[in-house]
């Protein structure tokens, strides 16, 4: 017998829920919560026995930013938002909070890859047309508590913060110079400095990491 992913979907389209439904790979349900508090939704949703939700990115007043950034401490599911933004700083804060973003209109297939890979609690997951990385996948080790506490408190200079801030903004090595004025080789060395601090090894890892530490850009 196979084994379905049980998924509870939050404000997401009939559209794609019919789609999750109909496959053989999601037991999927949606969840309604539209004339419910933040802390009505948040107990509910901590109460149902799923392995995964998926959230609509688009909801009203970053609602579903509230409701991943609270229920992430109250379950083990594997936490997805869905949305139509591509920028690299939309995208970037999203995997920020949450275990992975798929674009609208993924297939029951695509999801299951991000459920899969953002399973291990260890990798993030963003669509290769949202991100200029050379997969989807995008791979971050989890730092320690120490280290969390060490980026937080800021241990990336100022010149390093403005072009990791211009990364997120999704400019390249290049637009990065012409802003600072300074040169791409100079880019090119605080970025290898960026990624040492942050353990990671490329842009979008490196701003993930960041606003996971609590580095404000």
Not at 85 to 103: E, P
Not at 114 to 131: D, E, K
Not at 201 to 209: C, E
């Amino acid at each position: 017998m196979i084994m379905l992913i049980k998924a509870a979907t939050i404000g997401c389209s009939s559209r794609f829920f019919n789609q999750l439904a109909k496959s053989n790979i999601f037991e999927a349900f949606p969840v309604e919560v539209s004339e419910l508090s933040l802390f009505e939704i948040v107990e509910k949703l901590a109460l149902l026995q799923v392995d995964l939700f998926v959230f609509n990115a688009e909801l009203p007043c970053g609602r579903a930013f509230s409701l991943v950034k609270n229920l992430r401490v109250r379950t083990s599911a594997v936490l997805i938002l869905l949305g139509q933004r591509k920028s690299r700083r939309f995208v970037s804060r999203v995997l920020s909070m949450s275990d992975g973003y798929c674009l609208n209109g993924a297939t029951p297939e695509e999801v299951q890859t991000a459920f899969v890979a953002a399973h291990s609690r260890r990798i993030w997951v963003a669509p290769v047309t949202a991100l200029s990385v050379d997969t989807d996948i995008v791979q971050i080790s989890a730092l320690d508590k120490e280290k969390r506490q060490m980026v937080k408190a800021n241990p990336l200079s100022n010149c390093e913060l403005q072009i990791l801030s211009l990364v997120s903004l999704g400019y390249c090595n290049r637009q990065i110079a012409d802003e600072l004025y300074i040169s791409s080789a100079t880019v090119k060395s605080h970025l290898k400095s960026i990624y040492n601090k942050l353990a990671v090894n490329n842009r979008a890892a490196a701003v993930v990491q960041a606003l996971r530490c609590g580095v404000e850009l």
